[in-house]
């Protein structure tokens, strides 16, 4: 849709009938709708949906100069794909993924042309969200990074430029507060409390309510199924099948067809349980220390990303947060806003909550050199 608004003709395929028609249908009536509300023009839709070339096979992507894969999340079908284009997609054709999770450069080696594959993260719906994630692999050419970053300014994306590691920049550092917001239910913190100390800050929706409403609950459920991971709160979530909005149930409970959460005196419960198995006596959390403990991590991980060149610049993880995740505008992104705050402050409360709570607080080396220095992320010195 995104392609196809910037007037770019596609080839979308699927594998499986009822889900192309339930795709295409599911375009026609969003273009529908924004026409019905003037956004576009009435024969646009008609028009836009003319650029769509709806297909089963794969192998007619053998005349398109830009692939992007976007099928299940599982290293194999990855592959598998991958491998299919290598053997359909012209000589020169940027094969980009959208994966959210897995390493673009192990899907690369399905094709004899590393160089032509690269990361193109959307954000969901891909359609309205500005951010794009241009994740260049080991062996991607600079042409066709060069090339995925003009794409995505000619269809309206920002993108940022980011490195293969676990999550790349937007979702390695949600994780490290969703788990923090995990372990703060299990210690006493409450749903509502976490969202609404996220809320406070400027956050257009809290932690459990973005989960709710992103399927995230079920992706990270299925991944550490996978990997045999533990989390037993959301391990519990998952095992009842409360997998977000979607599911009528998550951190909240949802009314049919709408998606105001409601407070769930079963996840309260769930929550009590997974204490007690884990042997832990809940307690009030302060607000004040909820804050710090869910937002100076955020910090201390854009903080790795930079040191390891997973990010160019301090300026690019506060694009990556202010379009992709909802950092309030005001306070311009996490890295922005950590220079407002202070190095110095931010580093001794983080060693401060290690002390407490275990060296996944530990502040990061670059974080303590800019910290000893008086210096800042966003003046150059941590970029
Ligand atoms: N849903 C999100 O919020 C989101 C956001 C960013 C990135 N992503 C990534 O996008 C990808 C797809 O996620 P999704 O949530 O849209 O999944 P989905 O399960 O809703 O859709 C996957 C589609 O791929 C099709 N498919 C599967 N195997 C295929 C094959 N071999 N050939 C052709 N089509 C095939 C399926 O029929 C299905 O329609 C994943 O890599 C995911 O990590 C998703």
């Known amino acids: 849709m995104a392609l196809v608004a910037a007037g770019i003709p596609v080839v979308l395929v699927d594998e499986s009938r009822t889900q192309l028609d339930g795709r295409l249908a599911t375009i026609r009536k969003t273009w529908e709708s924004h026409a019905a509300r003037g956004r576009i023009a009435p024969e646009d839709v008609e028009a836009r949906m003319a650029l769509i070339t709806p297909t089963l096979e794969l192998a007619d992507v053998g005349d398109v100069d830009l692939v992007i ?34 390493d673009v450069d192990e899907i690369a080696t399905a094709t004899s042309r ?56 937007g979702n390695r550092i949600i994780l490290v507060r969703e788990a923090e917001a995990l372990r703060l239910l299990l210690e006493g913190a409450t749903p509502q409390q976490v969202d609404a100390v996220l809320r406070d800050f400027g956050f257009p929706m809290g932690s459990f309510e973005m989960q709710d409403m992103s399927g995230g609950i ?43 959460p409601h407070h769930d005196p079963e996840v309260d419960a769930i929550i009590e349980e997974a204490a007690e198995a884990a042997g832990v006596t ?50 311009g992104g996490p890295m922005y806003w950590a220079d407002q705050v202070g190095l110095g402050k931010i580093r001794d409360r983080l060693r401060e909550l290690a002390a407490a709570h275990g060296p996944a607080f530990a502040p990061a080396p670059l ?17």
């Not at 969901?124 to 500005?130: E, L, N, T």
């Not at 550490?224 to 391990?235: F, H, L, M, S, W």
């Not at 854009?302 to 909802?326: P, Q």
């Open 69 to 102: 894969e976007a099928v299940f999340e599982q290293m194999a079908v990855k592959k598998q794909v991958f491998a299919k284009l290598d053997a359909h997609a012209r000589p020169g054709a940027v094969l980009a993924t959208n994966t959210s999770t897995l």
């Open 282 to 331: 809940r307690s009030a959390v302060r607000d004040a220390e909820l804050a710090d403990r869910l937002l100076y991590p955020m910090v201390n991980e854009g903080a790795k990303i930079l040191e390891e060149g997973i990010a160019l610049r301090a300026s690019d993880i506060d694009v990556v947060y202010v379009y992709g995740y909802g950092w309030p505008i005001d306070k």
């Open 218 to 260: 079920e992706l990270l459920y299925r991944l550490r199924q996978e990997t045999g991971a533990k989390e037993p709160i959301a391990d519990r979530l998952g095992e009842r099948g409360r997998f977000g909005v979607k599911a009528g149930k998550g951190f909240y409970r949802y009314e049919p067809g709408d998606r105001t």
């Open 114 to 169: 590393p160089e032509s594959v690269i990361g193109l993260h959307f954000f969901s719906p891909a359609h309205v969200m500005r951010l794009l994630e241009v994740v260049r692999g080991e062996k991607t050419s600079e042409e066709v990074v060069a090339t995925a970053m003009a794409l995505a300014k000619r269809i309206r994306k920002v993108p940022v430029l980011v490195g293969v590691c676990d999550g790349f920049v």
């Open 367 to 383: 974080l303590e050199r800019l910290a000893d220095d008086d210096g800042r992320f966003t003046n150059g010195s941590g970029a």
